[in-house]
């Protein structure tokens, strides 16, 4: 499928390239620089190129939203219409020193985007896996056991697409339930990314996590 990458930073850069490995065609948009974009887009070889996030929003099946929450407002509004469109955030609605989710308990950061675009379809997902596993995930998916991971949404179809996605990413998707189980996953990703980035077992740590519910 055609992928827009709507913010092309550490998870955005990652799973660019990944999907374009996996044989996606793989747009990267929304860095500081567009020397940026276009190094993705040369490194992850593939069918890839730099754009702009509107570039992404008129030509990809499906949409990867990875900025900061502040940056979420600009994003969506430089993409533009977003009617009918997958949206996959991993996005977490965390402040501007990210140090505690700003929106929990009673909605989700993957809810709030839903109602800033109400026609597109949003899945929650990848939000619960820190950026330095992605390549070892990929690298390592022919292995009988994968690393599960979660996602959730309300939109069938859009569940379906980002599903193929998890799964080209080398992990075993496991489905949530509706989009409000984000206000669960959510503080759940603090959690993996208390244990990968300062917890002593590192990504390992975070692997059984992942895999502990299954
Ligand atoms: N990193 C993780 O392990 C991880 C794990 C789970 C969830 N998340 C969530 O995923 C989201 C993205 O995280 P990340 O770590 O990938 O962040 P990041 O590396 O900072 O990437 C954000 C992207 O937005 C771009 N950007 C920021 N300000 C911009 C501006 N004014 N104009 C244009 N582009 C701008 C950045 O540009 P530059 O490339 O030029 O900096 C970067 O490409 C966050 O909501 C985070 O909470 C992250």
């Given at each position: 499928?055609?992928?827009?990458?709507?913010?092309?930073?550490?998870?955005?850069?990652?799973?660019?390239?990944?999907?374009?490995?996996?044989?996606?065609?793989?747009?990267?948009?929304?860095?500081?620089?567009?020397?940026?974009?276009?190094r993705?887009?040369?490194?992850?070889?593939?069918?890839?190129?730099?754009?702009?996030?509107?570039?992404?929003?008129?030509?990809?099946?499906?949409?990867?939203?990875?900025?900061?929450?502040?940056?979420?407002?600009?994003?969506?509004?430089?993409?533009?219409?977003?009617?009918?469109?997958?949206?996959?955030?991993?996005?977490?609605?965390?402040d501007?020193?990210?140090?505690?989710?700003?929106?929990a308990?009673?909605?989700?950061?993957?809810?709030?985007?839903?109602k800033?675009?109400?026609?597109?379809?949003?899945?929650?997902?990848?939000?619960?896996?820190?950026?330095?596993?992605?390549?070892g995930?990929?690298?390592?998916?022919?292995?009988?056991?994968?690393p599960s991971?979660?996602y959730?949404?309300?939109?069938?179809?859009?569940?379906?697409?980002?599903?193929?996605?998890?799964?080209?990413?080398?992990?075993?998707?496991?489905?949530?339930g509706?989009?409000?189980?984000?206000r669960?996953?959510?503080?759940?990703?603090?959690?993996?990314?208390q244990?990968?980035?300062?917890?002593?077992?590192?990504p390992?740590?975070?692997?059984?996590f992942?895999?502990?519910?299954?």
């Open positions: 499928m055609r992928v827009g990458i709507l913010g092309s930073g550490l998870m955005g850069g990652k799973l660019g390239m990944i999907f374009a490995r996996a044989g996606h065609e793989v747009i990267f948009s929304y860095a500081r620089s567009n020397d940026k974009l276009k993705l887009a040369r490194d992850a070889k593939g069918k890839t190129r730099p754009g702009t996030p509107r570039d992404a929003a008129q030509e990809a099946d499906a949409l990867l939203l990875a900025v900061h929450w502040s940056r979420i407002d600009d994003v969506l509004k430089q993409a533009g219409d977003l009617s009918g469109k997958v949206i996959v955030t991993c996005s977490l609605p965390m501007a020193g990210n140090t505690k989710l700003i929106i308990n009673s909605s989700s950061g993957a809810e709030e985007v839903a800033k675009v109400p026609k597109a379809r949003v899945v929650s997902a990848f939000n619960t896996v820190p950026s330095e596993v992605l390549f995930v990929y690298d390592a998916r022919r292995k009988t056991t994968r991971l979660v959730c949404g309300d939109d069938e179809s859009g569940k379906t697409v980002a599903a193929e996605l998890i799964r080209d990413a080398g992990f075993d998707p496991i489905d949530a509706a989009l409000h189980i984000a669960y996953t959510e503080p759940f990703a603090l959690l993996v990314a244990l990968a980035y300062e917890g002593e077992g590192g390992e740590l975070a692997y059984r992942e895999r502990f519910g299954k």
